[in-house]
């Protein structure tokens, strides 16, 4: 029989035990529970992160998005002004411009211009060639300029050599040197410079020219005198009167004391050969030439060159977008405000057909059917006898229902108000019945009815 004494102490080391064991128990749970609810608190944090970085991602991504819309709208900007394209360009001068009063007042426009400009050793002298400070390029597929990493590309279309009038005479008159003509110049700059377009700033040439037909009229002057002179000395000396002697003697010592007319110590040259080297210029070589007066002169024009090609990809793209085969510039059209006044402008297209005519044929035939159906019907002279007119301004309109509704009723004749709405005002402000006549009624016969597309009678 078990004691009593070792009865409960076993008992109460089953129950020590039992609630260590049911403490430990419980204290496992709780940092389970624990652990869960830090892996749940991590988890969602992971989440609310995770979803953190996609709304950035989704707002750097909008970000990036408007901003390539605005860069893409940036380059987009129409840049058909000198204003907005120029400082786009850079200037290249040869070395011979350095110093030189060209030179020195294109430095000056190129820094009003914000132009960068620089000097080269060219074998050619006085050669002009540009460069482009490139941020876009065009994309053919989507018909729009796209941003590009910046870059400078040589502007290969246009090159510009200035020569002056006494240097492109020499090359004319060269005697078949190969180094020295002007075939040989063109040549050479057609070789350092492949596939560009090259523009002759030729300086001076009016004026020399000017100056050649001066020396030939005195050539032709002296030329006379002396054979009038040869002839006065001959008659003299075949002469037998020594009074008549006498006197041819004096004369002609009084003639001596005179200053002469020398002809040119230089032989006059044809003009026909300058204009022969020009035109084989352009028409042979496909060159573009200037004249200019001065160096002040020939520095603005290249001044305006640089202006110029600054805008010619801009143009291009804009015109091969028209796909038109005329410009279709912004204002070259004026646009109707409605169906009557687009069709009044439209007639006022054709030649001869003034805004007073056109009215007077508005208001016979409000539509481009009727007056086609007229002309059908009546034929070339439908509106000979149409009265040119001048619109009515809105008020003026009212005022004249309101009245024709009070001559209505007061049974007033209406006919002033109908003259002074068909007659037309002239220069001197004076009323006209002036009427269309049949010279503008068969153009416009023919504008409508032709069927020649050939036909230049518009």
């Excluded at 909008?62 to 058909?80: C, F, G, H, T, Y």
């Excluded at 050619?124 to 990493?149: D, S």
């Excluded at 037909?213 to 020594?242: F, G, H, I, L």
């Excluded at 809105?394 to 109908?418: E, K, Q």
Aim: hydrophobic share 35%; aromatic share 6%.
């Amino acid at each position: 029989m078990d004691d009593p004494a070792t009865t409960a102490t076993t008992a109460r080391g089953k129950s020590q035990r039992k609630t260590t064991a049911t403490t430990r128990t419980t204290g496992t749970g709780k940092d389970a529970k624990a652990r869960e609810r830090e892996a749940a608190k991590a988890q969602r944090e992971q989440e609310r992160q995770r979803e953190k970085e996609r709304k950035q991602r989704l707002k750097d991504e909008k970000a990036r998005e408007k901003q390539l819309a605005a860069d893409i709208a940036e380059v987009n900007k129409l840049k058909v002004t000198k204003k907005e394209s120029t400082p786009e360009m850079m200037i290249d001068l040869a070395s011979t411009f350095e110093g030189t009063s060209v030179g020195n007042q294109m430095t000056e426009f190129m820094k009003h211009l914000g132009v960068e400009q620089s000097f080269f050793a060219s074998a050619i002298p006085n050669v002009v060639r540009w460069r482009r400070k490139v941020k876009a390029t065009y994309n053919e597929a989507l018909g729009y300029w796209e941003p590009c990493a910046p870059h400078i590309r040589d502007e290969d279309e246009h090159v510009l050599c200035l020569v002056p009038a006494q240097e492109f005479v020499d090359m004319v008159l060269a005697p078949g040197t190969p180094d020295t003509t002007l075939e040989q110049h063109i040549q050479t700059l057609k070789t350092t410079y492949p596939n560009r377009t090259p523009i002759y700033l030729i300086e001076g040439l009016t004026i020399w020219l000017r100056k050649n037909k001066t020396s030939r009229n005195r050539a032709y002057v002296a030329e006379v005198r002396r054979q009038y002179d040869k002839a006065a000395a001959a008659s003299a000396a075949a002469s037998s009167n020594p009074t008549t002697t006498t006197t041819t003697t004096t004369t002609r010592r009084t003639r001596k004391k005179q200053p002469a007319n020398k002809p040119e110590t230089t032989p006059p040259i044809d003009d026909d050969t300058i204009e022969d080297a020009l035109l084989d210029l352009q028409v042979t070589h496909a060159c573009l030439i200037h004249h200019t007066a001065a160096p002040a002169d020939s520095a603005e024009w290249i001044k305006n060159f640089t202006e110029h090609i600054s805008t010619v990809p801009y143009r291009r793209e804009r015109m091969a977008a028209n796909d038109s085969a005329f410009c279709m510039d912004v204002g070259q059209v004026k646009p109707g405000e409605n169906r009557s006044d687009t069709f009044v402008k439209m007639l006022q297209e054709v030649n001869r057909i003034t805004a007073s005519m056109a009215y007077g044929i508005a208001e016979r035939y409000p539509s481009v059917l009727d007056l086609v159906q007229g002309m059908r019907r009546e034929g070339p002279g439908l509106l000979e006898d149409v009265k040119v007119c001048f619109p009515l301004p809105l008020l003026l309109r009212i005022a004249v229902w309101c009245m024709s509704l009070v001559a209505f009723w007061a049974n007033v004749d209406m006919l002033t108000l109908r003259v002074v709405y068909q007659k037309s005002a002239n220069k001197n402000g004076a009323l006209t019945d002036s009427r269309i006549g049949p010279a503008a009624s068969r153009r416009l016969y023919k504008v409508f009815m032709g069927m020649d597309p050939s036909s230049t009678d518009v």
